[in-house]
């Protein structure tokens, strides 16, 4: 097995040799990762990577996902039950199991991830299946366990320049503060303000009060604080608080997974909502509306503190119920879901879209919106921008058809610039590598078609892949 040299430029030999030139523009840049879910223990404590199965197959809902779809059940591939059953530890039987179901991947992104993390990471020039399974399973073992695949150590080899990593206002963030403590190569520091591992605030389990267990988060985010959170006006403050915490370690964004873009700008609203859901008596329709008034309350807050706010709505989380009550959240239970973006976030834009202090990112999981909201709104608001194609449309052709359909409207620098979206750690370079190939294909044709010159594509590539994510998560402060 090896990885073509040409893989994902156009097929047409022209535009395929202009890609090629594109490509190389950007091939060795830096990686800046703004928005992402790796754990920053796995940099604090830089610990051994576990075993192959473990690393690779138990906490990728991508690849449990799949195989779910083919029969087979998440406690044969080591998913942890949220119900105490047992679940397979063997590592080398999970991988086994895996290898035997590769195929199930050919032509998606994720074997297009693994493949290139295979041969590019660990060295591994050979097709997974069946019969190489077990030479797979021993190769990965004995390299994770030297040095040099090491957490810290992988982290320099990716040249990763920024990480952001994800948590939430009652998380503790003492893996970033051991981070700021710690010299890097060279003399860097790891992690803090200007550091290369930051955090995002991300509070969707303290504005969702059917969340079990909100109500306790609500008094733990009163107690790291200091404030009364039994009152709106004290869980406001504390939210202020806790971002200003985050702040100093390195954030510089936030990020909202709301079911909806709906938001509506009511204070007294919000308040009643959130006095009724402490005392168990919000109905329905209230404990929806809490997420879209809160909206409003934390673009009020990006506007004081500076924080650039992302928005990611549209999964119905949990929507197969048997998967979620078996195995918990983030199992691959989750489905798209339509969105309305033009009204839904009318009442947040109309108070801050045009604020100099206010930037907020669009991603969505509802590729109709692309033309028809998300490229009108971010060419007509100074606040807004599109963000990537996220989860189930962050793949080759999910990439194409984004660019085709904001491009037009919006331009290229009405975009944000990519994001991987992982947890993954190992698998990083290669989403960016993917990435960049599909912007340098997309670049080769236009100039193909002598609507742009080689100079601007060259500059343009350079631009999407290194300068527009630094310039719009805030990372060249």
């Not at 303000?193 to 509070?203: I, N, Q, Y």
Request: proline residues 7%; aromatic residues 10%; negative net charge.
């Amino acid at each position: 097995m090896t990885l073509h040299p040409d893989r994902l430029f156009p097929a047409d030999e022209r535009t395929r040799a202009i890609a090629r030139e594109i490509h190389r523009n950007t091939a060795d840049l830096p990686l800046v990762s703004p928005h992402g879910h790796v754990d920053p223990r796995l940099m604090s404590e830089n610990r051994p990577f576990p075993d192959p199965a473990r690393l690779f197959v138990v906490p990728d809902h991508y690849l449990t996902r799949m195989l779910y779809a083919q029969g087979v059940r998440p406690d044969e591939l080591g998913v942890p039950s949220a119900t105490g059953e047992p679940s397979e530890v063997d590592g080398r039987a999970i991988w086994r199991r895996f290898a035997e179901h590769y195929k199930l991947f050919r032509g998606t992104p994720s074997k297009l991830w693994l493949d290139y993390t295979f041969a590019e990471v660990f060295g591994i020039y050979k097709d997974l299946g069946p019969d190489t399974a077990d030479e797979f399973y021993d190769h990965l073992s004995a390299r994770l366990a030297e040095p040099a695949f090491r957490p810290r150590a992988l982290f320099d080899k990716f040249n990763i320049e920024v990480l952001a990593t994800t948590e939430s206002p009652v998380d503790s963030l003492e893996a970033h503060a051991a981070l700021e403590a710690l010299p890097g190569a060279g003399g860097r520091k790891w992690g803090g303000p200007g550091g290369k591992v930051v955090t995002t605030f991300r509070p969707d389990n303290l504005v969702e009060p059917d969340w079990p267990g909100w109500k306790e988060r609500v008094e733990r985010l009163g107690e790291i604080t200091g404030e009364d959170t039994s009152t709106f006006d004290g869980f406001l403050t504390a939210l202020r608080k806790r971002r200003q915490d985050f702040i100093a370690a390195g954030a510089t964004c936030t990020d909202h997974g709301n079911r909806t873009a709906i938001t509506i700008d009511d204070p007294a609203k919000a308040a009643k909502i959130f006095h009724k859901a402490l005392e168990g008596k919000a109905h329905f329709g209230e404990l929806w509306e809490f997420p879209a008034l809160m909206l409003v309350e934390f673009a009020r807050m990006s506007v004081d503190d500076g924080l650039v706010m992302q928005l990611h709505p549209g999964a119905d989380r949990n929507h197969n119920k048997w998967l979620y009550e078996g195995w918990g959240r983030d199992v691959g239970g989750d489905i798209p879901s339509s969105n309305d973006y033009t009204i839904g976030l009318k009442p947040l834009l109309n108070a801050f879209g045009n604020h100099p202090r206010f930037r907020i990112v669009l991603y969505t999981l509802d590729e109709t919106v692309f033309s028809r909201e998300i490229a009108p709104l971010a060419g007509g608001y100074s606040a807004v921008f599109a963000g990537a194609p996220w989860w189930f449309l962050d793949s080759p052709e999910g990439m194409r058809r984004f660019r085709e359909a904001i491009h037009e409207t919006a331009g290229f620098y009405n975009t944000a610039g990519f994001v991987d979206d992982t947890r993954a750690f190992c698998s990083i370079p290669a989403r960016h590598d993917l990435a960049r190939r599909i912007d340098a294909s997309y670049l080769a044709r236009l100039v193909a078609e002598h609507r742009m010159t080689d100079a601007e594509a060259a500059e343009t590539a350079i631009d999407l892949a290194y300068h527009l994510p630094r310039k719009i998560y805030g990372l060249e402060q």
